[in-house]
């Protein structure tokens, strides 16, 4: 037993060619940009803060080679002070950049989320009846939060991620051809590999996440169907509660599924790069092995090239699946704009006049209510006006 209406909702049902494109719409961009110019200010603040603390990521393996090959050998024990001093400051100052960075993130993100809502809500309430008669009420609810949430976690995380791993990568990759141009040009040989696990891998996240949303949103519209009051009323009515609840059972076995499936395919995915992250750190610890005994480089060099190494492999890692995460992200704006579209079927005339107010009262004539034998009103009977 379903509730709802035929024809409007396959007119504003989701195209699933949009989810399954591999490309950015510069429109879709282009709206979403609108939405985040009132925050400019806030987002500046965050590219700076993501800026700053990259940078300060690459002061610790310095100081280690500074104090493998400088300080110790030397004894000098007041340069040891300043980079013990150092690696305490740069995690702290680190930190405080993490803090300016999420308060901003948050408040751009929030407000841009908060427009989104209250422009979607108010489009809506302008819609006709025949709108929602003929539109799964569940569907409509999963809008407001499954795809808004999802959204506005494209803006406070997919999209700050991308920049952070962005400025880490070529910023690691700028200090590691300055320290030893030989390694930096090693480990720059395994990065096309790590784009075979990413290709096969990206495209099934793509479509068990697609999938995900679709079940989702059903099961949302089953329990907004089946547990409202109107809703609950018809299943008892009509003794169909083990029906429904088997149904719900399918349903939400399907969400369970698809959470399971995304798990094991993620989990592939990062083995898949560690490996080659494997091969990577090892080529480059054999060959800074060669030339650390040939007197070509100092152990405090390969110490600090090691570290450069993981931040370098860490990001590129990240970026591997930027695509499919960037492209399924905004799959919840389009789902968002596809509500903001729908046009509206009644509008007002331009030269429409506001409404005064208006005052009366209504009057009941040879009227009566009785409850048991008592006779409670008969006549006449006046309501005051409505204030």
Known sequence: MRMHGGNWFSYISFD??????????????????????P????????????????????????????LIDNVLPRGDFQRLNWLAFGLFAVPLLTGLLGLVQRHFGARAGEGIIYDLRVKMYEHLSRMSMRFFTHTKAGEIVSRFNTDVVGAQNAITGTV???????????????????????LALLSIVVLPLF????????????????????????MSNQIAETLSVNGALLVKTFGRQQDELESFRQVGAQVRDAGIRRAQIGQLFFMGLGLVGAIGTA??????????????????????????????????????NVQVEFVTSMVSFERVFEYL???????????????????????????????????????????????
């Open 283 to 320: 080529m480059v610890y054999w060959m800074g092995g060669y030339l650390v005994l040939s007197d070509a480089i100092s152990i405090g060099t390969i110490v600090a090239f090691s570290a450069y190494l993981m931040r370098l492999y860490q990001p590129i890692s990240a970026l591997t």
């Open 39 to 66: 925050h400019v200010l806030s987002v500046l603040l965050v590219v700076l803060a993501i800026t700053a603390s990259s940078l300060l990521g690459l002061v610790p393996p310095l100081i280690y080679r500074d």
């Open 16 to 37: 699933e060619s949009k989810q399954q494109r591999r490309h950015i719409d510069r429109a879709l961009l282009r709206r979403i940009f609108a939405y985040a110019r």
């Open 160 to 182: 700050p991620d991308i920049l952070t791993n962005l400025v880490t990568l070529f910023s690691t990759l700028a200090v590691m051809v300055t320290i030893e141009w030989r």
């Open 341 to 387: 579209d729908v046009p509206v079927e009644i509008r007002d005339r331009p030269d429409a006049r506001e409404l005064d107010r208006v005052e009366g009262h209504i009057r009941f004539d040879h009227v009566s209510f009785q409850y048991g034998p008592a006779l409670l009103t008969e006549g006449i009977a006046e309501a005051a006006p409505v204030e």
């Open 195 to 218: 784009l075979l696990p990413a290709r096969r891998v990206g495209r099934a996240l793509r479509r068990v996440r697609r999938q995900a949303m679709e079940y989702n949103a059903e």
